[in-house]
């Protein structure tokens, strides 16, 4: 029966189910490890390797798990890493996993700090009574009930801008010049309508939500001008960078330049190591999307959808660092993208049920996409190595809730009829944000 198991999941491609599959009892040694090493090539074939070459960098043996720095050194056997197979419990245990590599990234001189924490599989509230999600919605307006008690969330609004400079600077602004219909189209107003505004805007809804209900909330971007772990915007920090470049009689880059060349990948670490030092069970990465064949965004478009982002789909070269290979070792050896694929499957079912807004379909025209991610065999759920999705330990759903140049969607969007943190956005955040806690609850089975 197992073998008939076996081959069956070797043939079909990777699902929640068989992650959540028995590892076989009373089974000698060598049956064992020829499971794991099945099991895990599986996994890595589907969910890790977005190219052939990965493989380049791993092999997955009858004894366990080598990571090599080269394809010159995997044919040569020198291996840099070897967990074997009867090491494996003790590797996925959270705090063993979490020394090893402070231990392992000393290679290349890089600071601690980033991984420090590394939180699994949570289910707490497995014996507790669920309440229905009116009821949870009730408990918020009247909190007499902490059901979020112990839990901690990380919540990550996407991008940076709150302004119109910055936003264009970044291009995550939708500007289209639409019939008015409020004049019934007789004349025509131009959108304004920016992701990162939304996205903090969902987010300060969603802690505000979560924090009544007991958890322990974390915004990696504290207001909605400010960039992420400062109380600055980023013209700010551009201006003081140009400034301290001036009195020291140097050249310095344009905004647009800083912000690629410098300011981009020193917010996403930042972001990283406050998501990591806060320790969450879960991690929340708050996106909205454009049509990926709607090129400009000159006009709209009729398809809507949301879709979801877990870590893997890792290509060769992005494994050029001791680093790297550990967090494709740590994410094919830990429960994490499994679990992530969970919570993402119930965020989008409630985006379905709440939003109204329906799951990417598994046959779509987001071509452009592909290139980059790889399907996890839940709908709307793909595998993407984005620095979020690899860098950030524990259970994550990186989220892009709907088109934002859909027709129907940008006429929402555009209604600026919510005050929050000072700044006038679309109240379909707070429906974005209901939808968000509705797949949490039901992740955590408080629901
Ligand atoms: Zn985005």
New binding site residues.
């Given amino acids: 029966m197992l073998a008939f198991k076996l081959i069956f999941c070797f043939l079909f491609s990777w699902s929640i189910s068989m992650a959540q599959n028995n590892v076989p009892k009373n089974t000698s040694n060598d049956s064992l490890n020829a499971f794991y090493k099945n099991f895990y090539q599986i996994k890595f074939n589907t969910l890790l390797r977005k190219e052939a070459s990965v493989s380049n960098f791993i092999s997955i043996e009858t004894q366990g798990i080598k990571i090599f720095s080269s394809l010159k050194n995997k044919k040569s056997n020198k291996y840099e890493f070897f967990m074997a197979w009867n090491e494996l419990k003790t590797y996925q245990n959270k705090n063993y996993l979490k020394n090893y590599f402070q231990k392992y990234i000393k290679q290349e001189k890089e600071e601690d700090s980033l991984f420090v924490n590394f939180s699994t599989n949570i289910q707490k509230n497995d014996k507790k009574q669920p309440i229905d999600f009116k009821s949870l919605l009730d408990i918020i307006k009247n909190p007499n009930t902490k059901p979020l008690l112990d839990y901690r969330i990380a919540i990550d609004p ?2 940076v801008s709150a302004d119109t400079t910055t936003a264009r600077i970044e291009g ?1 602004i939708v500007e289209i010049r639409l019939p008015n219909p409020a004049n019934n189209g007789l004349d025509s107003i131009k959108t304004e309508i920016m ?2 505004s939304m ?1 903090w805007a969902t987010a300060k809804v969603m802690k505000d939500s979560l924090e009544k209900l007991g958890a322990k909330v974390l915004l990696t971007r504290e207001g909605i001008r400010y960039v992420a772990g400062e109380n600055r915007t980023y013209l700010e920090i551009y201006e003081e960078y140009k400034n301290e470049r001036k009195r020291q009689k140097k050249p310095f880059l344009s905004r647009k330049k800083y912000f690629y060349d410098v300011f981009l990948r020193q917010d996403l670490e930042k972001r990283a190591n406050i998501i990591n030092d806060f320790n969450p069970d879960i991690t929340i990465i ?4 454009v049509e990926a064949n709607n090129l400009g965004w000159k006009k709209t478009v009729k398809n809507n959808f949301a879709l979801a982002l877990v870590g893997g789909a890792f290509t060769a070269s992005s494994l050029n660092s001791p680093k790297a290979r550990f967090q494709l070792f740590r994410l094919l050896i830990s429960d994490e993208i499994e679990n992530s694929i969970l919570l993402s499957q119930k965020v989008l079912a409630a985006h379905e049920t709440i939003l109204k807004v329906p799951t990417l379909p598994i046959k779509h025209t987001q071509k452009p996409l592909e290139k980059t991610w790889l399907y996890t065999g839940t709908q709307g759920v793909y595998a993407r190595n984005l620095f979020l999705t690899k860098e950030v330990f524990g259970v994550l759903c990186y989220g ?1 809730s709907l088109l934002q140049d859909n027709e129907k969607e940008i006429l929402m969007l555009n209604k600026k009829d919510f005050l929050v943190d000072g700044v006038l956005v679309s109240s379909r955040t707070k429906t974005v944000a209901n939808a968000y806690l509705k797949g949490i609850f039901e992740y955590l089975k408080i629901y």
């Fill in positions: 996407g991008h995550r992701e990162s996205a708050i996106h909205f999307n892009e």
